[in-house]
C-alpha cells in the first residue's frame, strides 16, 4: 500500500456521528470542517453542542447507577464562554467558578445562585461579598483565615453564607505535577490536622455561616480511580468524626473534577511517548467507575463505624471540566508555511496554531492528536515537525527541552502543502480560557455546531482593534 492511500478503515480518531472522515474531508457533527473554514477562516475552534451534551449525559447515567444524590457542577475554568455555559446549563446541570468574573458569567449565563460553587485560593474581598449577596450554594474556603473573610462578609451583608472546607489530604495521582491539587506540597487547601480547628471556627457563628460540606479535588487528568477512592473515603472519616465531635452533619462531600479524557485518540501515532505519559494521555475512566468506587469504601467504612444514617442523606458532587468540554472542541490551523532542512531531512510544516492558543502544549507539554481535515481519510504515515506562529523556538508541537514528552513528529499525509487545513482534537478545554494574543495576533473566532447542523458564531474573531482597545496612549 502506498503511504499516500487511503486508510483502509475508519481513522482511528474516529468518533461515530461525531468526528468523522467522510469524503475526504474532517465532519464535526455532521459539518464540513472546510466549509467552516472557508467561512470563518483559520485558526478557528470549533465546539459541538451534541457532544458536550452526550458528555453530560454520561455523567448523568452514572449518577443513576449508583442510585444516590449526586450535583455535577462544570468547572468553567475549562471554557467559560457564554454559549458552552448555556450549552452546560441547558443540559441541566450547575457550575463551579473560580473568580469574581467566572461568577459573574455563570450568573449572567442564567444560572442560578444555588446552582454555583466557588473555589479559589485568593479570593478578594469584593469576589467574597459578590458571592455571599448572590447567595450561592456554596464558597469553598481554602483556609482558616478564608473563614473569617465570609464572615465578616456575611456581617456585612447582612447575610448566611454557606461554605463548604477544601481539604489537602495528600492524595497523589498519575498525573502531571502542576495538575495535582491533593498533596501537601501543593497551594490549595486546609491540612488534615486543622481540619477540626477549621470545623469549630465554621461552627461559631451559626447565624452568620452555615458549614454544608466538605471538598477535595484530587487534580486533573487522574487516570486511576483509587485516588477518587481514597479522597472519598478521607472526606467521609471527616465527616463522620465532625458530626461525633461536634454533632454538626455536613450536608455534602465534594470529590471535585479530574476524570480524564482520553487525548491520545490513535495510540498508535504517540507510540514515541514514554509509558507512563501514555497511560495518563489516554486514560479512560468512567464516571461509574468512579462514584461507585468512592461509595464502595465510603459504605465500608460507615458499617464499621456505625455511621450508616450519615451516608444515607449526603449528597455527592462532582466539578467536572475536562470531561465535559475537551473532546466537544477542536481547533482547526492551516499550513501557512513549509521548509525543509537538508541537514537533518525534517519537512516543518508552520501552522497558524501555536500555544497561544493551546497554552498547555507548552507549559505541561501536552498532547493534542493531530490530523488532516483536508485529507481526512488518507493514512498519516509521513512525519513531520509542526510548529507554530510565534516568534519563539518552544511554540512547537514537540518538546523542545527534549524531554520525550510530546512524540518528536507528528504523522500525516505524504506531501502535505500550504493551505492545508490540519485538526488539533480535543482542544476544548484549558484553550479558549487561556489563549492569549502574544505576537499582536488577533484571538480567534469559535463555532458551536448545534444538533440541527447550524454553525452558530459562538466568539467573533478579534480585530486589530481589540488588539489596541485596553491601551491608553
Ligand atoms: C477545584 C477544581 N475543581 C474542578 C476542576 C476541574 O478539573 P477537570 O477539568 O480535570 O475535571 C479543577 C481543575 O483543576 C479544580 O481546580
Redesign the pocket.
Known amino acids: 500500500m502506498s503511504i499516500e492511500s487511503v486508510a483502509p478503515t475508519a481513522p482511528a480518531w474516529t468518533i461515530p456521528g461525531y468526528l468523522e472522515a467522510r469524503e475526504g474531508h474532517l465532519m464535526i457533527s455532521g459539518v464540513d470542517a472546510l466549509s467552516l473554514v472557508a467561512e470563518h477562516d483559520t485558526p478557528l475552534f470549533v465546539f459541538s453542542e451534541p457532544r458536550i451534551r452526550a458528555n453530560i449525559e454520561r455523567l448523568k447515567r452514572a449518577a443513576l447507577a449508583v442510585e444516590r444524590s449526586v450535583r455535577f457542577f462544570y ?1 468553567s ?2 471554557n467559560s464562554n457564554m454559549a458552552v455555559l448555556k450549552t452546560v446549563l441547558e443540559a441541566g446541570i450547575d457550575a ?1 467558578v ?1 473568580s469574581g468574573g467566572e461568577l459573574f458569567k455563570a450568573l449572567r449565563a442564567g444560572f442560578r445562585p444555588e446552582q454555583i460553587i466557588f ?1 479559589g485560593t485568593s479570593k478578594t474581598d469584593a469576589e467574597i461579598d459578590a458571592a455571599v449577596s448572590a447567595g450561592i450554594y456554596a464558597i ?1 474556603v481554602d483556609s482558616i483565615y478564608e473563614i473569617e473573610l465570609v464572615e465578616e462578609a456575611a456581617r456585612r451583608l447582612g447575610k448566611r453564607a454557606r461554605i463548604a472546607l ?1 481539604l489537602v489530604p495528600e492524595i497523589g495521582t498519575r498525573s502531571h505535577l502542576g ?1 495535582q ?1 491533593a498533596l501537601l506540597t501543593s497551594k ?1 487547601g486546609i491540612s488534615s490536622s486543622e481540619v477540626l480547628e477549621a470545623f469549630s471556627r465554621g461552627l461559631r457563628h451559626p447565624d452568620l455561616i452555615h458549614v454544608c460540606g466538605i ?1 477535595i ?1 484530587v ?4 487516570p486511576d480511580v483509587e485516588p477518587f477512592a481514597i479522597a472519598f473515603k478521607t472526606m467521609w472519616e471527616h465527616l463522620v468524626r465532625i458530626e461525633r465531635e461536634t454533632g454538626h452533619t455536613l450536608e455534602h462531600i465534594n470529590l ?5 479524557v482520553n487525548y491520545l485518540r490513535d495510540p498508535s501515532q504517540a507510540d514515541q511517548l514514554p509509558e507512563h505519559e501514555r497511560d495518563m494521555l489516554g486514560a479512560e475512566l468512567e464516571p461509574s467507575e468512579v462514584l461507585s468506587a468512592a461509595l464502595r469504601v465510603a459504605r465500608e467504612s460507615a458499617r464499621a463505624a456505625g455511621a450508616e444514617h450519615l451516608l444515607e442523606p449526603l449528597t455527592i458532587l462532582l ?6 468540554i ?1 473532546d466537544a472542541g477542536v481547533v482547526l490551523t492551516t499550513v501557512r508555511n513549509i521548509k525543509r532542512r537538508p541537514e537533518t531531512g525534517d519537512v516543518w510544516l508552520l501552522t497558524d496554531a501555536g500555544y497561544n492558543l493551546l497554552l498547555s502544549m507548552n507549559n505541561y507539554k501536552w498532547y493534542y492528536h493531530l490530523v488532516s481535515a483536508t485529507r481526512a481519510d488518507k493514512e498519516a504515515a509521513t512525519e513531520y515537525k509542526v510548529a507554530g506562529p510565534l516568534c519563539d523556538s518552544g511554540d512547537v508541537y514537540f518538546d523542545i527541552e527534549r524531554g520525550g514528552r510530546l512524540p518528536d513528529y507528528r504523522r500525516l499525509p505524504a506531501e502535505v502543502k500550504p493551505g492545508e487545513v490540519l485538526a488539533l482534537l480535543n482542544s476544548g ?2 484553550s479558549l480560557a487561556q489563549m492569549f494574543p502574544y505576537n499582536g495576533r488577533p484571538l480567534p473566532a469559535a463555532v458551536m455546531i448545534r444538533e440541527d447542523q447550524r454553525a452558530d458564531l459562538i466568539r467573533r474573531r478579534d480585530t486589530y482593534d481589540d488588539l489596541v482597545a485596553q491601551d491608553i496612549w
Open positions: 468547572a475554568k475549562a463551579e473560580n473555589n469553598n477544601r495538575l491539587t490549595f471538598h479535588h487534580g486533573s487528568q487522574t471535585g473534577g479530574g476524570i480524564p466539578e467536572p471540566g475536562r470531561s465535559i475537551a478545554a484549558y
